[in-house]
């Protein structure tokens, strides 16, 4: 195989890389290569945030990272405030710290759920489905069964499982958004909208509850919003249709236009 440029600059391909690439596709169930497709980026190579607006890649943006920003400000509401909210509800506090461990460990059987079922259906479309459907369900249980310590430490889990299970479902479809050489400028953009929400959602929280807002009422608010993700997941889904999953392939095309 003749030697390639390789992304760094200075360095080759090292031997024997097309047969880690075509092994790779293999397991992935993509067709094999007879050579290494190009380098879409060079180190150092500084990517313009305007870049992530052009074209269809514009729309996919704004709705993944609104989406993220809903899941976010869901997810940190929950592991922020349900402890407190249970104990003060309850009169007792151990019942708080219980509930909320069960939320981290629903949280984690949701991403293994999630994972092993990305093996047979399509990953936007689970997410939107976890946090569509199953965030606003258990939000609402949890909001109706908030005084009752056992449903309320059963529902903590499935809350746990919606709203950690969605985090590992955003991470997963987020880097396929973008291509490859504003992969890393696009997901980490979505990460920081996230942050905002994490930060404002559980002082809005407290805000809406000095102002008499019952905890109830915050989950099922916060229920909604998780919602709203999902559903923005959903039209990202849709914006894929006859276009194909390869965003360098999208973007390339579109430019061409």
Not at 32 to 45: C, F, N, T, V, Y
Request: hydrophobic share 50%; charged share 10%; proline share 5%.
């Amino acid at each position: 195989m003749d030697a390639r440029v390789d992304p760094l600059p200075g360095r080759e391909t090292p031997p024997g890389a097309l047969g880690q690439y075509n092994a790779i596709a293999r397991g992935l169930g993509y067709e094999q290569s007879d050579d290494l497709p190009p380098a879409h980026a060079r180190a150092g190579e500084k990517v313009n945030v305007a870049a992530l607006f052009q074209g269809i890649l514009g729309r996919r943006t704004l709705l993944l990272w609104i989406a993220f920003f809903c899941e976010y400000s869901a997810f940190y509401f929950a592991n922020a405030w349900t402890p407190k909210l249970l104990s003060d509800a309850t009169k007792d506090p151990t019942l708080g710290v219980r509930a909320g461990v069960l939320v981290a460990v629903g949280g984690v059987v949701g991403a293994l759920v999630f994972a092993w079922a990305c093996t047979r259906w399509h990953p936007r479309m689970l997410t939107a489905i976890l946090v569509t459907v199953f965030g606003l369900a258990f939000f609402n249980l949890y909001a109706s069964n908030f005084t009752v310590p056992a449903l309320a430490l059963t529902l903590a889990v499935a809350v746990g499982f919606t709203t950690n299970g969605g985090n590992a479902a955003y991470y997963a479809i987020s880097p396929s958004v973008y291509p490859t050489r504003l992969r890393a400028t696009g997901v980490g953009w979505m990460i920081g909208i996230g942050r905002i929400g994490s930060i404002v959602a559980p002082i809005i929280a407290g805000y809406l509850l000095d102002a008499g807002f019952t905890a109830p009422t915050l989950y099922r608010i916060f229920g909604v919003v998780i919602a709203i993700g999902g559903v923005l997941v959903y039209v990202l889904h849709r914006t894929y249709r006859g276009l194909g999953e390869d965003a360098d392939a999208t973007l390339a095309t579109a430019a061409a236009h």
